[in-house]
């Protein structure tokens, strides 16, 4: 009878930010809907309590139905049964409840029956789920496919796929190929263009396609003969009812059992382009990336969140030496480690989400009307924001959900490496999180220009100017000098102009950076609620040391000294 | 072919998770201390009638509960998950029911909506436990019965086949339309709310909510009637006063024993999985877990 929204008040926190207004009312503009759609908002208060009362929904099928099959679900994997893959029965209930609750196109435009939604109610709805089943997560998040659809499909296409996954149909990425992976400008899946038909067929191999054999796939294909690198790249739909692709294997994976992930074979299958030829990777694929990392984002908030919760309800029940173990600091300093990850990471996840729904909505409306010179400014700020924040995120929380779910498991002891305990199988769960949607070695590659660009630095120069009560005035020092300290040590890197040297530093520089966003995120979260005070404290007093460490290091090392490593 | 279905729901004290401020000192139930929650098998009698809903095209559903003015939650939570309407049978003269007198009121109130081919409710209501109200109903109205329902079959041309949960086995048995069911608990759980419903009925009140507490929401009830959650009053229904509240209820308390458990007997179980499963099983069924 648990309800994963309602009995964590850090989500109502983050759903209540100050921001939310700007975003409510740019995505219900004028809130217009409302004349058409009996479900359609009257005010910005009516859409936030909208959003609160669906999330209520949310957190209560999770803590009613999908935690409690998260198990089950785990034991049972998936199977393949005349070329379908199957789902756990514990996943289907899953499904069934969600689709029910209308659950399925949260974010898509009302007119192809979806709940338009912002992004940061969508994404916290993620990381709810994430929380009571984080390899169930990865079938229901493929709702992102549509809006891709949104974004680029043609207006035909909008409206016969978009209403088909508003009503529950599930959706897949088709990207990985065996031979394309963290490349996936190598990709060889053939499309060809029949002239007579006037249609595209596609013939090849996918390889650890999530949900691969979901309803509607979105599929990157190499279009032009002849080329080798991704401006011969397009997307494509394909529609399962083709029943043109055959399911060749399932993963037998370390983690997240429950989501199929399968090796797919295209014979003769026909497809439709999506927007225009030789822009699938180059800007439909990036776009639905940097939809998919946000969404891991969510998942690995969401699997601290649940390591979280497991290890303070076992610390408090195991007894050893006569009391609670959480009484011995050994145990209430990795707890509050933990705690102050997941808020950090959780702060820099809406933040980053706040960014994407503004300047995604501004897009949108640039479709229907010319922005001003003032919103196009916005939505350029946004964007460039957005841009380093998300891969920025998506390595921290991803990282930090790794550490959080180890950690928790050692509190557990030899229980923990039992399947006795929930932690076993979050732990399994979290470890994908920092591979998939691009390795944390390939965030810093993406995030690494918001180092050399002083992207990072502009906007920790703005945080900076925030005011602060005056009780937050001596973390905002520390983090004054770490940002001094940050700068210098750029500069070092830099300064060799040797771009190997730059990468060989560079996870080091990015953490720097992030370290110092988190904190200050976490300053402003105390400043509008005391009881983050506490992460807020260990948080910066931890990353001041690593940071230290990082540019000791750095200063310490010279180009020298890479071949040693080489 | 379309049924007319009405589900008889009740708003309860929740007495599954009680606290020790459950009971006040003279033994009765302590309601401000318990929230106020959806009987559960009455969503599990909802829950049929929505699956019949789907099953046979153009069927409506009615919900009708009795209570305090509060309880209009009640039909707030059926409208979010697909029910057509709903009736709030509201007033004084209603209060200290026992089950003869509710059943009363709420067969007057049944023959004022009139059309129905078919009438759902839970078996039991968890504050009282008597499971009388449904089967009275039934007598009130001169219509048969089917008791403990797990699954409805079908309701097609003028009968219901319908599976019964027995306490050793289930059967299957068919009656006549119309006429009424009660829901056990071991039927399928209610869907959750859907949420386009839970947006279009979340500003639904009735009047005497929109005149306690106004909302600027309110107003949009004139554009939208569907928001007009109805309130039936003991003059909107046909009734002989003698047979409402205390005068038409038999029962009187005589007195309340406040029990405390105490541990008077031991059970010994060797380690074995059935006699633990059995175990929980008994301490489930009474009520001391779950």
């Known amino acids: 009878m648990a309800n994963f929204f309602r009995d964590n008040p850090d989500l109502l926190f983050h759903l209540q930010h100050p921001l939310m207004q700007k975003i409510v009312e740019l995505k219900e503009r004028n809130f217009a809907d ?168 596609l013939n090849g191999v996918k390889r650890f396609i999530t949900n691969g054999d979901g309803h509607i796939s979105l599929v990157l294909a190499r279009s032009e003969e002849g080329t080798s690198d991704g401006r011969g790249l397009s997307m494509f ?60 984002g969510a998942q690995s908030v969401g699997i601290s969140e649940a390591a979280y ?129 691009g390795t944390t070695q390939l965030q810093v590659v993406a995030a690494i220009r918001g180092v050399t660009t002083d992207a990072f630095l502009n906007k920790i120069r703005e945080y900076e100017e925030i005011p602060l009560k005056d009780e937050l005035i001596p973390y905002n020092n520390i983090l004054k000098g770490m940002t001094e300290e940050y700068a210098k040590t750029v500069k070092l890197v830099l300064e060799t102009k040797d771009n190997e040297y730059l990468d060989f530093h560079a996870r080091r520089l990015v953490e720097m950076a992030g370290h110092i966003i988190m904190g200050y995120l976490l300053l402003f979260d105390t400043e509008r609620d005391e009881r983050f005070l506490a992460s807020a404290d260990v948080y910066i007093k931890m990353v001041k040391a690593e940071n230290i460490a990082r540019a000791e290091y750095i200063s310490n090392s010279s180009i020298d000294d890479l071949k040693f490593f080489r | 072919m379309g049924l007319n279905i009405i589900v008889l729901a009740k708003q309860v004290p929740d007495t599954r998770n009680v606290g020790k401020d459950a009971m006040k000192e003279d033994g009765t139930v302590n309601r401000a201390a318990l929230p106020a929650i959806f009987n559960p098998e009455d969503l599990n009698a909802l829950e049929q009638a929505l699956r019949l809903k789907e099953k046979y095209l153009g069927s409506t559903i009615t919900l009708l509960t009795m209570g305090p003015p509060r309880a209009a ?91 019964r949960r027995l306490e050793r086995g289930v059967e299957t048995v068919e009656a006549p339309l119309p006429c009424v069911i009660t829901v056990n608990g071991s039927a399928p759980e209610c869907r959750p709310r859907a949420s386009k419903l839970l947006m279009k009925y979340k500003h639904a009140r009735t009047e005497t909510e929109r005149k306690e507490q106004p909302s600027c929401y309110d107003n949009l009830t004139s554009q939208r009637p569907y928001l007009n959650i109805s309130e039936w009053s003991v003059n909107d229904i046909e009734t002989d006063h003698k047979w409402l509240g205390l005068n038409g209820s038999p029962t009187k308390v005589k007195f309340i024993e406040s029990v405390v458990f105490q541990a008077k007997e031991s059970k010994k179980l060797s380690d074995n999985d059935n006699e633990i499963e059995d175990l929980i099983k008994e301490l489930i069924s009474n009520h001391t877990i779950g």
């Open chain 1, 309 to 437: 919760r497991e290890a303070i309800v076992y610390a408090k029940e195991r007894k050893q030496f006569g009391k609670p173990i959480i009484q011995f600091p050994a145990v209430y300093e990795m707890i509050a480690r933990i705690k102050a990850k997941l808020d950090a990471s959780r702060s820099l996840l809406y933040e980053t989400c706040r960014t994407v729904d503004i300047y995604k909505t501004y897009m949108h409306i640039s479709e229907e009307r010319s922005l001003t010179n003032e919103e196009k400014a916005e939505m350029k700020y946004f964007q460039k924001q957005a841009d380093f924040f998300t891969p920025l995120l998506k390595g921290m929380a991803s990282e930090y959900c790794n550490q959080n779910a180890y950690d928790s498991l050692q509190i557990h002891g030899g229980s923990g490496f039992m399947k006795d305990y929930p932690i076993e199988r979050i732990y399994r769960d979290a470890r994908i999180t920092s591979i998939y949607e």
């Open chain 1, 237 to 296: 739909i394909y529609d399962r009812a083709n029943k043109a692709v055959t399911i060749r294997r399932t993963e037998n994976k370390h983690g997240i059992k429950g989501s199929p992930t399968c090796e797919i074979v295209f014979k003769d299958a026909p497809a439709e382009l999506v927007g225009t030829r030789r822009m699938g990777l180059i800007k439909y694929v990036m776009a639905l990336m940097n939809g998919a990392r946000l969404g891991i």
């Open chain 2, 73 to 163: 939650e009640i039909i707030r939570e059926g409208l979010y998950r697909g029910i057509d309407k709903g009736y709030l049978l509201t007033d004084r003269a209603f209060a200290g029911s026992d089950t003869l007198a509710t059943s009363y009121a709420i067969a007057c109130a049944i023959r004022k909506i009139k059309d129905y081919d078919l009438i759902i409710a839970g078996r039991q209501a968890i504050d009282g436990d008597t499971a009388q109200v449904g089967p009275q109903v039934a007598e009130k109205l001169h219509l048969p019965q089917i008791t403990y329902a797990e699954e409805v079959f079908s309701a097609e041309k003028g009968k219901i086949t319908v599976k």
């Open chain 1, 34 to 201: 409302k004349a058409q759609f009996d479900y359609a908002p009257i005010d910005f208060n009516d859409a936030m309590d909208s959003y609160e009362k669906v999330l209520e929904v949310i957190g209560e099928i999770c803590g009613d139905i999908i935690a409690p099959n998260a198990e089950n679900v785990d034991n049972e994997g998936v199977q393949i049964v005349n070329n379908e893959v199957v789902y756990a029965k514990g996943t289907q209930e899953n499904i069934d409840a969600l689709v029910k609750a209308g659950l399925m196109g949260i974010t898509l435009p009302r007119k192809y029956e979806g709940l338009n939604f912002a992004l940061v109610p969508y994404i916290m709805a993620a990381d709810i789920v994430s929380r009571a089943d984080a390899g169930f997560v990865n079938i229901w998040g493929l709702q992102d496919c549509a809006e891709t659809i949104n974004e680029f499909g043609d207006d035909d296409q909008k409206e016969r796929f978009l209403k088909r996954i508003s009503n529950g149909e599930t959706a897949a990425m088709a990207l990985t190929e065996p031979d394309a992976g963290s490349d996936l400008q190598a990709v060889q899946l053939k499309a060809s263009f029949n002239e007579t038909e006037n249609k595209w067929y």
